[in-house]
């Protein structure tokens, strides 16, 4: 059958990226997407259980204590914080296990690195609001209008599924909750990767929003990002702390050396011939080992799984745990880290041969960094290796990774053994996995069984029009075509490829093959898989993990790199039909690609029987997305400087973060009061700072999105902030007429640059950080040392307000415009007028250096752009041509060409040294607001106040394509570093 597209002129399609979620619409809450793993309770955790009776007696009675304390001013949250191995998720199961006892427990999360939907910290709060569901009706009702309501609430950004799927569900069922304390545990928070300090932020702010008996209980290592969370918060933000590191010491030993006694005598119990329980193990012993524990569970623990090992004499193995050590130094980890040296010796002696040593490598790097659990035999075929001889391996290591039987899932017993693997290993010792090694050993151990395995149609289905949902045995088909090894292959190879880089050699690298021929033999048939598991998000973000690797790769080549972009713009397209029909990869978007670009042409043969017969586009449309959040207009837009993210300052009060790839909301700013109107990166991209009217400068960590301090000193609107050069300093211009300086690392108030008789409209740091140049409609320009804050001079001679500062590219002259129709050249150094460029007839809107330093270009209200000669001062042209006022020029980044935008609805081209007027770009009827250059020249950005931007050949004056979508004016237009993406902000 032939299916011919006609009468398709300009086919559009929109996308929403979301987590691929099959939803019932008869019963929604079943069908959210979550981790049964996580579950206090799952069958995964059966070998996990709570504290020993009489042992954490006292943290215990804290915790039952703050539970039924029914105060409305008592704390609502309670967190838990210590080192690896001190029995944080122990006694978060004994909470769990008492709560359920009660009828109390409200829901549990476990992070775990051991299975990927238990470290997803998108499934953390559907998982919740899942178990609250099953147990309160008017949780469920609410929820399900909600879900019914807008089904692709699953696949909103954090901050709004916590809103949707859990505050406002919580809320409705305050009555069917009651009184009585319900109990929400959330364990390993630190163990949920790049979003760990975002979730807390948002759990920390929850207080306010919930009903007073519902109480929630956090566990989590004090690592520094987190610790940053609960020192932004608010002195009465209502938490009550433990640290368990810090509990007395003796308590803890009594309590370890409880838990060995009890564990060890059992183990005396099953070896009577053997073992007399009433002289073994020995008080002497038990105190030993309690002194070696240096307080951490984890040791006692794995103590006791080495010394049960039934391949052995149990009095030989405590004797080996027995034997005395150096002291390597203070961590705390010293002698764990000696128990788990001596759990490896016994497993594999260090002068065993090299290669069971190899094969000992290969199977504990896979299990160490897998990030998902598997069977042997599915490791087995991810390794290529028989799994009787994995099995081997495993079972001498029973006291630090459980593993039964070859169809159970191998897991680590506790994260400080992966920790002690990768990181503690003793130097140059033959158990050291080295992670980088061995995440490239299992990259193209993906990548192989992806090329034997994969293929058009690997389900069978047949019919290519048919849905995923109307696939009736789709889950048995699943099971049969694409087993958990390959499954594991297609969600995690890219993860791996990231993470191998390290190990990548420059001169012959296998990856580079293996991914070649994976972008051009199976992309749609990864595709295809994705889909039909219910993965296809995971796409987006492991393509964009491929291209990061490729861009730090010296020899790949040319043609991957665009395999893999046009393999992401695919995946945008055409997510949503992908998502519905895994089949329509090949049916649906392949046909529609853009005629020029390289995936179409590689896989051309795909095409088959469906024809688009008009409406082709030839490339891909520069508008990638459109990110919506704000409710009022966006004043300011910025770049990261790696351009990873985007950052957005608005009339709401808010700071929005931008994945700049996806155009994902990655997390809002809330603080300020009043409108932000200004943004900016610090030159490490490590922290946003945001000035608003309402007076304060405020500090953002840009990964996490925590609100680090507020600056406050100004007495009226902060118009401008700044980063110095080296990101030390900030610099801040209000309305209140100063300028203000800052430490950017402890946030001190270092000194107000005072002077200014009128608003202080911008502020400038010169290009090597030492000076400050602040611009005021008091008619002068004002330079101020910026380490001293001393006031180094005020340039006088302006008679009108000064419109526009900028230093030239060595730092050494200061340009100004003003509203007096002149631009003025100062020394930088002594402030000295060195000269008034006389020229305009109207006041100088705009001035711009070139890059060089050699010429200076000025737009005016008169309509022209003027170039002068910035060493001579001489003037050397006018460049007329518009109609109307010249709003602002700009040099190339190579200065070879100025542009300059006007109200005349043009922007224009010219050709810097000659003056000469190479082409005009007409574009709409409401005038240019804004004009930019790409970072290689070859491209112009302008916006205007028809709602659309223009880009434009430089070279030819072409009009390349017009981006539209907002509704209203766009009055700021920027590209990104490497000039792959323009962030526009608009009205």
Known sequence: MQSEMVGLPNPVIMIVVHYDWPANTDDPVSSLPRAEGARFNSSTRQDESGCLEQTRVDVLRDIDQWIMDDDKDAPWMFVLQGLAGTGKSTIAHTVCKKMTERGRLGASFFFSRNEASCSNPFLVFTTIAYQLAIQYPQFRNTLTKILKSDSDIVGLNLEMQLVKLMVEPIRAAADDIGSDPVVVVIDAVDECGNYRAQILSLLCALGPKLPVSLKLFVSLRPEHDLKTVFSSQDAHWGARSLILHDVDAFIVRDDIERFLRFRLSKVAATYPEIVNPCLWPSSEAISSLAEKSANLFIFAATVVKFVEDTNDDPRSQLNVVLRPTVNNGPSPYRQLDRLYQQVLEHALPENADDVIFERFRTVMGAVTLLYDTLTIFALGRLLQMEAVKIRVVLLRLSSVIVVVDYGDEIRLIHPSFRDFMMQRCPAGSRYFINPANHHRQLVLMCFKLMHDYLRKDICGIRDMWKLNVEVEDLDHRIAISIPAHLQYACCHWATHLSEAISAVNSVDDGVCDALMLFSSLHFLHWLEVLSLTGRLAEALPALRHAQIWASKTPQVSNELCDLLYDSERFTLEFFSPISLGALHVYYSALPFTPQ?????????????????LSGLPQAWNPWLFSMHGHSHWVHSVAFSPDGSCIASGSADNTIRIWDAKTGVHLATLKGHSISVYSVAFSPDGSHIASGSGDRTVQIWDAKTGVHLTTLIGHSDWVRSVAFSPGGSYIASGSYDKTVRIWDARTSVHLATLEGHSGYVYSVTFSPDGSWIASGSDDKTVRIWDAKTSLHLTTLKGHSFLVTSVAFSPDGSHIASGSGDRTVRIWDAKTGVHLATLEGH?????????????SHIASGSGDKGVQIWDAKTRVHLATLEGHSDWVKSVAFSPDGSHITSASHDQTVRIWDAKTGVH???LKGDSYGETSVAFSPDGSC????????????????????????MGHSDQVTSVEFSPDGSHLALGSW
Do not use: M
């Not at 390289?598 to 024809?611: N, P, W």
């Not at 007839?841 to 330093?853: C, K, M, N, Q």
């Open 940 to 963: 112009i950005a302008s916006s205007s106040g028809d709602r659309n931007v223009c880009i434009w050949d430089t070279k030819t004056g072409v009009h390349l394509t017009t981006l």
């Open 918 to 920: 190479l082409t005009t």
């Open 841 to 853: 007839s109207f006041l100088v809107t705009s001035i711009a250096f070139s890059p060089d330093g």
């Open 596 to 612: 020029s670009q390289l995936l179409r042409q590689v896989y051309h043969y795909e095409l088959g029987c469906v024809k688009v």
